[in-house]
């Protein structure tokens, strides 16, 4: 594949990932109402907590045995804001994040590969990315009459992701510096 191409299919997947982004958002919201408002029409649904990933399904599928199920309506108040602002904040740093990388892109389609603003937005994916991690680490969960759940993990992926941002930072600020020098050279 030639260069343009790369970045035209990198392009089109981010603005897909980006409205999917905003629909789970808006869902996720749509649900946070119907549970204050209507809460029997939320009975059906199941929250399906796994080894390192939360699921949530209409149906109440028994095939897993790892995981425990539980009802929507039996979280505590508490634990669903928590858990629902988490996500929320989670959709809202990778919609950034993946703003900033079209950026990246569209600098690279304008041949400004090296400029102070594709720094600016490593830099930016950094600390999205740090922010992320910071979010991933912490769970929280209380079912109605018991005690809750607060529990803390490493997300080294999101780390290592943040850590290569930041280098990538200094290697175009580096880049951009060395494409000054050049101008001026003769």
């Not at 959709?91 to 603003?117: D, E, G, P």
């Not at 600390?127 to 979010?135: D, T």
């Amino acid at each position: 594949m030639e260069r343009n191409t790369i970045l035209q299919l990198s392009t089109a997947v981010l603005k897909i990932f980006r409205f999917f982004m905003l629909a789970s958002f808006l869902g996720l919201l749509a649900m946070l109402i119907l549970y204050f408002t209507k809460p029997g029409l939320l009975d059906a649904v199941q929250i399906d907590f796994g080894q390192n990933q939360v699921g949530i399904s209409l149906t109440s599928d028994e095939a897993s045995p790892l995981a425990k199920k539980h009802a929507l309506p039996q979280l505590t108040v508490a634990a669903l804001l928590f858990n629902w602002l988490k996500f929320c904040a989670i959709l809202v740093l990778l919609t950034l994040l993946f703003q900033r990388a079209l950026r990246i892109i569209q600098s690279l389609q304008n041949w400004k590969t090296f400029s102070q603003m594709n720094v600016h937005h490593f830099r930016s994916i950094g600390y999205y990315l740090l922010i992320l991690a910071a979010l991933a680490s912490v769970n929280f969960l209380q079912f109605a009459n018991s005690a809750g759940t607060l529990s803390f993990s490493l997300p080294l992926g999101w780390f290592a992701a943040a850590l290569s941002a930041f280098v990538l930072a200094e290697i175009f600020k580096e880049g951009q510096q060395l494409a000054e020098e050049q101008k001026f050279t003769v």
